[in-house]
């Protein structure tokens, strides 16, 4: 079956280090997002892509960085991870717009 | 940029009883209002969505209306069952993005 993978479920790492949290899809969806989810500000989107070579950035995007190389992946990657980054990331996908997100199953990333 | 107001945070009722959640939106320019429900532990999953050109959509025990003048749309969830517990974001999407509620944490209480 289709699907959208994230990798990997949970990723403890130190404050400075370069982090990418992957994700996969198998759907060829054109549209791809990244969200954050903390307690009390829900789904924050923090950059997306509607398809090879495009990125646009979202509310929450100082720190973050994608690139979107072929259809499948849209990984995501923290330059210089900080504590204010500890989060649950989803990736998100549609195949049209504005249509249906597919979530991944998310990433918790700890950063100490 | 579009920003979207979701109501209550938490919410209690009664197993049976009924459930209404309320989002506002900014932009006029939004034309699609999505629901998504979130399960302990889970991914988000869309439950339920409006066009603009509609005022109310149903799908067996839920709905949900909008009102584009005064820019604010609800859930409604009839004769509420435990696997409702959950938290439930609404969304307005304005142009190229969706923009999320933070969200009701909703209690189904036996």
């Known amino acids: 079956d289709a699907e959208i993978t994230q990798s990997p479920r949970h990723k403890i790492t130190e404050t400075g280090r370069q982090v990418t949290l992957a994700c996969h899809q198998t759907w060829n969806h054109n549209n791809m997002f990244w969200y954050r989810q903390d307690l009390g500000h829900g789904l924050r989107l923090i950059h997306y892509s509607y398809g090879v070579q495009d990125t646009n950035k979202g509310e929450v995007s100082d720190g973050y960085s994608v690139s979107r190389s072929n259809t499948e992946d849209l990984p995501l990657t923290l330059e210089s991870a900080a504590s204010s980054q500890t989060s649950v990331y989803f990736c998100a996908t549609s195949r049209g717009w504005p249509e249906k997100l597919f979530f991944g199953s998310g990433t918790q990333l700890s950063v100490l | 940029g579009e920003n979207v107001e979701q109501h209550p945070s938490t919410l209690s009722v009664q197993e049976g009883d009924s459930a209404v959640i309320k989002c506002t939106y900014s932009d006029s320019a939004s034309n699609y209002f999505p629901w998504y429900k979130q399960e302990l532990g889970k991914r988000p999953q869309l439950i339920i969505d409006?066009?603009?050109?509609?005022g109310e959509k149903k799908d067996q025990r839920i709905a949900v209306t909008l009102n584009k003048t005064a820019k604010h749309f609800s859930l409604h969830i009839t004769e509420t069952q435990p696997e409702d517990s959950a938290v439930y974001f609404c969304a307005a999407v304005p142009d190229d993005k969706i923009i999320f509620g933070k969200g009701t944490r909703l209690h189904i209480l036996p």
């Open positions: 409006i066009r603009s050109n509609v």
